[in-house]
Every structure is written in structure tokens, then in C-alpha cells.
């Protein structure tokens, strides 16, 4: 499901919406973001996942990750079919705020699934590698090759061919400005 389409559709539970604005474009779209630690990620890699599932973390990205959370991080399942991986002492807040989603509504609870019934916890090893479960790397598709995409307070872990799919609809025009940025030029 596109976000326009999924914020549209949910415009009547606006604190669904402005969670997937806070996951999807973290908070502000175009990288801007206020991060614990100062760190800003941005920059995307192409990384092969070994025969264990592990993908090495850029060395450029690896104090980010581990300074502000202790090395602890949270990997979890996205509705675009990747997923996110944010240092923990980041992901809590959202976290808490999904767990207050009404029980009784379908809606949020489908996102409580997918965020937190996805949710592990992880720890970059010493070799600066984190193991991305056979559950995540099933739901999103990731086979061998993925990419890591800075999203200004996490990442984005695509399979290869899904994030080529989204660069293809981006580059024809369909994927279109986000809501606030039709004024926005480079």
C-alpha cells in the first residue's frame, strides 16, 4: 500500500497517521529530524547478507548506531514490506505510542502487529554485524541482497529488488511530492 494512500485511508485515527509520518519521513520529510546522540543517517549502501543472515553494518554508520543505545537496537517489519532498524533509545517512544493504539480497533491493531509483534531486539557484534531473523527477512522479501537507507533517525533495510521497484516508480513520476512539499525544489 503507497502511504499516501494509507495516510488517506486512516484520516480519521489521526494518531495512526502521525506515527507513520514519524516512521515513514521521521517526522519532517527529506531527512530532518531531531535524533538522540545528533546523529542524522542518511546515505544509502548495497550490502550481501552471509550464509547466516547477518548483514555488516557501514563502518560509517556504526558509531551512530551504537553510541546513543549501547549498542542495542530494534529491527521491525514496515507495511512497504521492508523493514526499519532504529537504536533503541529511538524506537521506545514510538513504541510506547503504538502500544496505547485502541485494542478494540481493527485498524490499530494491525499496525500494533506488524511494529511491535515484529519488533526484536538486536546488538551489533563485534565485527560490526547484526542478524536479521529468517520471520523479517521472509516478510520482506530479502533474500542475499538488500540495501541500507538512511532515514534520518533509522534505517530502512530493502531487498534488493523491492527498493530497485521504489526507485523505478519514484523516477517515472508516480510516486509523486509528498503532502507540504509541492513547492520544494533542489
Known sequence: MKSGILR????FLPFITA???CICATGVYFGF??????FVFQGASQINLDVKGRLAVPVKHRDGLSTPAGGKLVLTAHPDKCLLLYPQVTWEPIR???????AMNKTASVWKRMLIGFAE???????GRILVSPELRAFAGIEKQIMFVGQ???????????WNEQLSALTSGAAGLPPGTE???L
Open 33 to 38: 529530524s531531531k535524533n538522540i546522540g545528533g
Open 8 to 11: 488517506k485511508s486512516l484520516h
Open 96 to 102: 510506547d505510542r503504538v502500544m496505547k493504539f485502541p
Open 183 to 185: 513547492d520544494f525544489s
Open 19 to 21: 506515527l507513520h509520518c
Open 152 to 162: 534520518g533517525s533509522h534505517f530502512e533495510v530493502w531487498s534488493l529488488n523491492a
Open 121 to 127: 531486539e538486536i546488538t551489533v557484534d563485534n565485527a
